[in-house]
């Protein structure tokens, strides 16, 4: 009998409508996640108003969630490598979507800050889920592109939170953003039914004949017949002698999993910095809630081309290459926004600031997948996560804290060139090429 890994087939099988299906599916997920955690970018100014904030209470206001979004990213590797992808992902989208929409009813900065904290687990744990399955799901020569351009339904959320706030803010408040933010709860009924699992985890489960029916799925949409399957027919590689967090550390991962984590905190330090306080500081300069915010919506949308047009960079010219040269143009854009003055000239910039961080933190993205095998692939994933999440929770306050000490627009913006220069050295010390290497054998990232 012939053997054969899920990694082969997906490759002979190659990009059809389930595939496409799957990360439309998947994506959605993360629109609503983006829209839930970016709408505070967007009401920062109207709750410091009632609230009566400083500037460091009012940057704190978009860090709140990330302490939840740290341990949402931890409980989210663990679940799902021991639950299921399908279910994890299902589970909290309704957890973030449900403690988002009591928002609507805070009356306080401190009962703000205490549901944003709970909801934040929920949105933390839903990117690496939502990475793993791309990476599992799709053929190798095009994983590169799936795996970064799922994250560009993350950046569709931030532009969507931007056009409902635009929208709603000036004719009913603040609040009614976050109810609108509960909505997404029923979506996560609709993954329990339509989103496939992995097959790749199944398999590791001993669940053979499952994953043997999603194959048969795949082999219909594709050629409209399926084949046979017996069996004992897939072989999944030998099982890793540890698992769980102590594996991230072993002697095989632990260059890969240092320079992943440094690369994607000091990538969150500069996105969350930059657009959690980029609506506030345009309407502070003066141009007006109406044109600070279209400035940042139209920032986060271009953004997400960025993040798209990332993973066909990293296919083409590898995942180390895109890392280096997409951080040192994130630098570049990023002091340029701190010296032009014009409020056009402030516009084309910032535009090509959004663009230039989303091709760098897309670019980090596959890194993270292909480095781990599948026992623990969801949890490498989500402590790279977890940890560049503490960067999004500090930065916003570091920026509120500079702002305070007089350092200006241009000088806030300056500061985050350094991060996205360190990001270029540390992928050229510690990255090691994944690029064409299936995830049931990548094993390139080794002391």
Known sequence: MTKTTISSIIDRIGVTKYTW???????????????????????????AKEWG????????????????VVVGGVIAGMCSDRFGRKKTLAFFVAFYSLLTFPIYFAQSFTAFAL???????????????????????????????????????????WVAAGIVALNVVPSYGWRVCFLIGGLPAFYAIFILFKLPESIHWLLGKGREKEAIEIIKNM?????????????????IPPPHKKVGVSALFSSEYRKATIGIWIIYFMSMLIIYGVTS???????????????????????????????????????????????????????AAILLLGFVTGKW??????????????????????????????????????????????????????VGYIQQLGVGFSGTFQIFAIPAVTCSLVAVVLITETKGKRVDSVTSFKA
């Open 115 to 157: 549901l944003r904290i709970v909801s934040g687990i929920g949105i933390g744990a839903c990117i690496p889920i939502a990475i793993t399955l791309a990476s599992e799901n799709f053929p190798t020569k095009n994983r590169g592109f799936f795996t970064a351009a799922t994250l560009c339904f993350y950046g569709w959320g």
């Open 21 to 47: 299906t799957i990360w439309i599916l998947v994506g959605l997920a993360l629109v609503f996640d983006g829209y839930d955690y970016m709408i505070v970018a967007y009401t920062m100014p109207q709750m």
């Open 277 to 331: 306080w980029l609506p506030t500081l345009l309407v502070e300069r003066g141009y007006g809630l109406v044109l600070g915010y279209s400035f940042a919506i139209l920032q986060n949308l271009i953004g997400s081309v960025g993040g798209f047009l990332t993973g066909f960079v990293a296919d083409i010219i590898g995942r180390r290459k895109n890392v280096i040269y997409s951080f040192l143009f994130t630098a």
């Open 53 to 68: 904030l400083t500037k460091v209470q009012t940057g704190s206001l978009a860090s709140w969630s990330m302490l939840g």
């Open 219 to 235: 082999e219909l949409a594709a050629a409209g017949k399926a084949g046979e399957w017996l069996p004992g027919s897939l072989v």
């Open 345 to 398: 000239q402030v516009l084309v910039v910032a535009v090509l600031v959004g663009f230039c961080m989303q091709w760098a933190n897309g670019g980090a993205l596959p890194l993270m997948a292909e480095a781990y095998p599948t026992e623990f692939r969801n949890t490498g994933v989500a402590w790279a996560q977890s940890f560049g999440r503490i960067a999004g929770f500090l930065s916003p306050i570091f």
